[in-house]
């Protein structure tokens, strides 16, 4: 099967089915086209592919190393959750970054990594896959990735991202506590996804986007493609910061990424991390 993944990016040939497990020598193959994924780390089954990148990035593997695997047995989620990996069925990977850039811009690679991860979707399966800040990927109301990054710097520079990424394909079925809040792509767009296209896509927009973040590039460019697909913007949100919990207004995305919000009473002020709750949500994911 001949594919086009997007205007400009050229065919790729992709042979695997879509519900196959992932053809190690063609992922090999279709990555020796791109700059990231050298070296690449394939597994059957691991605890958490972040983990195992953050032990490669400490024994300085270089920027671009890509450590995926088809089951995660101990997989994480942001604010100490755990993510549901099972075999064959959704996309595990960690990606090591050294961007050469001062610790203060490192949040921006939080919304590059969402509009990467949202634009290869809409790319692959024309469905509207929308951001919740800061970056879970919504489908229909409702969780279809998440991205979790984890960051070692000094004081002047960054030493290595590891940026996560965690993708539901396939899967049919999610355990009783995130039945309602938890989608997949299969699931979104009625047949089964090609976890190989998904997976290239991601890979490609990863890079695309990277060089206008990094010195000389223009990430405004990335934050307005974040709010046209963000679906807090506008809306009433709850969130637990360090002054307490807070109900306001999403008002606007700063340029590192950070939450603008307004309150009842007319303050501002900026979310820089953590997890809101939007209020169209049904369980708060
Ligand atoms: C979230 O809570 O939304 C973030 C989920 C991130 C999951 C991915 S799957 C690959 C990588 N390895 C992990 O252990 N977590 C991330």
Not at 234 to 257: F, V
């Amino acid at each position: 099967m001949i594919v086009g993944l997007s205007p400009g990016d050229g065919p790729v040939r992709i042979m695997t089915e879509a519900t196959a497990l992932f053809d190690e020598e063609e992922l090999r193959t279709l990555l020796q086209r791109q700059s990231f994924g050298h070296p690449l780390y394939f597994f059957k089954t691991i605890a958490s592919t972040n983990d195992y990148a953050r032990e490669l990035a400490a024994r300085d593997s270089p920027e671009g190393t890509l450590v995926i695997s088809e089951e995660q047995t101990a997989g994480r989620g942001r604010m100490g959750n755990s993510w549901i990996s099972p075999p064959g069925t959704g996309i595990w990977i960690s990606l090591i970054l050294r961007p050469p850039l001062p610790p203060s811009q490192g949040p921006l690679i939080t919304p590059m990594t969402a509009v990467a991860v949202a634009g290869a979707i809409r790319k692959v399966t024309g469905l509207s896959a929308g951001i919740k800040w800061p970056n879970d990927i919504i489908i229909n109301n409702r969780k279809a990735a998440g991205i979790l990054i984890e960051s070692s710097a000094g004081e002047r520079s960054i030493k290595h991202l590891i940026v996560g990424i965690g993708i539901n394909v396939n899967t049919e079925v999610f355990p009783e506590e995130i039945r309602e809040s938890a989608t997949s792509l299969s699931i979104c767009s009625g047949k089964k996804i090609s976890r190989m296209e998904i997976l290239i896509s991601v890979i490609r927009q990863l890079e695309r986007l990277y060089s206008i973040v990094i010195p000389g590039g223009k990430p405004r460019i990335i934050l307005e493609r974040y709010r046209s697909w963000s679906v807090t913007l506008g809306k009433m949100i709850t969130a637990d910061r360090a002054g307490g919990k807070i109900t306001a207004r999403a008002l606007d995305i700063t340029p590192n990424g950070g939450l603008l919000v307004q309150d009842q009473t007319g303050i501002t002020e900026e979310l820089i991390s953590g997890e809101i709750q939007n209020l169209i949500f049904p369980s708060g994911k």
